[in-house]
Every structure is written in structure tokens, then in C-alpha cells.
């Protein structure tokens, strides 16, 4: 497994601008998949983005297709979200995910323990 931690949530207000940042405690570059959940208050976790290892895969949530971009670092071992134009909607606990598999059977799926991000209106 490996340990992952976020950093960058806070209070803002709608409008503003938010960058989260994921740190890995091992090397990403062969990891299949790293990415950002949130969860609301009262809701399922869902995800937001998730990109693959060369970057050339992404996958989104259409509310915030436009307005959050996704990077990531395999030399840093480091993944960011940069979400701009934040909406109330995007309030919620918004974790880091790292996911891998062989074969298509999955061999890693590790979460870090989430940051808080509150927009108000």
C-alpha cells in the first residue's frame, strides 16, 4: 500500500480558487491511477478526477469539467487538483486515490485521509 496525504483544503468563498495537492510516500510512476474523490455531507463518495500514469487518460465529473484541472507528478510522486470558479455544490471532504492493477485485477487502492473544502455562497 502506500500512505498518501492531501493538503490545500480550506474555506472559501464561491468563486474562488483551491489547489489540493496529494502526497505519496512511494514512487507513483508505475502506479495506474491517481486521483481525487470527494464526499458531501450525507452523500456516496464520488469521483472528481482520476488520470493515468502517462497522463494521456483522464477521467472527469462533468461539474467540473471547465473549471478543475488535474496534474500530475510522477517525479515528485505528487498529484494536484486546481479548482477554480469553486460553487457551494463543491463543498465536501475530497480525498486522494491511488489505484493499480495486473491483469485487470485490481493490486493497490489506497486513499489518504482527505481535505475539507467549504465554499460558501
Known amino acids: 500500500q502506500v500512505q498518501l496525504v492531501e493538503s490545500g483544503g480550506g474555506l472559501v468563498q464561491a468563486g474562488w480558487s483551491l489547489r489540493l495537492s496529494c502526497a505519496a510516500s512511494i514512487s507513483i510512476f508505475r502506479i495506474s491511477a491517481m486521483g481525487w474523490y470527494r464526499q458531501a455531507p450525507g452523500k456516496q463518495r464520488e469521483l472528481v478526477w482520476v488520470i493515468s500514469v502517462g497522463g494521456g487518460s483522464t477521467q472527469y465529473a462533468d461539474s467540473v469539467k471547465g473549471r478543475f484541472t488535474i496534474s500530475r507528478d510522477n517525479a515528485a510522486n505528487t498529484v494536484t487538483l486546481q479548482m477554480n470558479s469553486l460553487e457551494p455544490e463543491d463543498t465536501g471532504r475530497y480525498f486522494c486515490?491511488?489505484?493499480?492493477?495486473?491483469?485487470?485485477?485490481?493490486?493497490?487502492?489506497?486513499w489518504g485521509r482527505g481535505a475539507q473544502v467549504t465554499v460558501s455562497s
Open positions: 486515490n491511488a489505484a493499480d492493477y495486473r491483469s485487470g485485477v485490481p493490486v493497490l487502492n489506497s
